[in-house]
């Protein structure tokens, strides 16, 4: 039995900033309730995803919170989505008000709406995962 690691490693995050702007520029941008979910096909990030959100939508801890869920929600997720795609997640305002599976709904009707969902059985390993 392959059992799948739901650990999130510092190599499947996008850090450069470069990067960010790379998949925020050329990338496709889906909007949803809670957050806005850009992808690009590039090898360079293809695997990874990154988090971010704006100071608008508040101080520090409410913009680590809302990171945090977007992080919990695609860590749990990470086996469904193709790992050919680079994975932008910004937050919006109001996810810092719900919980984390509202996230994750949310998150999961974005990637169904890209198109970057893989057939439930046919998930591929993903890089980095034993």
Do not use: C, W
Not at 7 to 20: E, G, N, V, Y
Not at 25 to 44: N, Q, S
Not at 50 to 64: I, T, W
């Amino acid at each position: 039995m392959n059992k799948q690691r739901y650990t999130l490693s510092r190599a499947q995050i996008i850090k450069r900033r470069s990067d960010f702007q790379n998949v925020y520029h050329k990338g496709t941008a889906f909007p949803g309730r809670y957050m806005i979910l850009y992808i690009l096909r590039d090898a360079r990030v293809a695997g990874k995803v990154g988090f971010a959100a704006g100071k608008k939508l508040g101080s520090a801890p409410v913009r680590s919170r809302i990171k945090r869920l977007m992080r919990e929600a695609y860590r749990l997720m990470q086996h469904e989505l193709r790992p050919d795609v680079g994975i932008l997640l910004i937050g919006r305002a109001g996810l810092a008000d719900h919980k984390m599976q509202d996230a994750a709904a949310d998150l999961k009707k974005l990637a169904r709406r890209a198109k970057i969902l893989i057939p439930a059985g046919h998930a591929p390993r993903r890089e980095g995962h034993s």
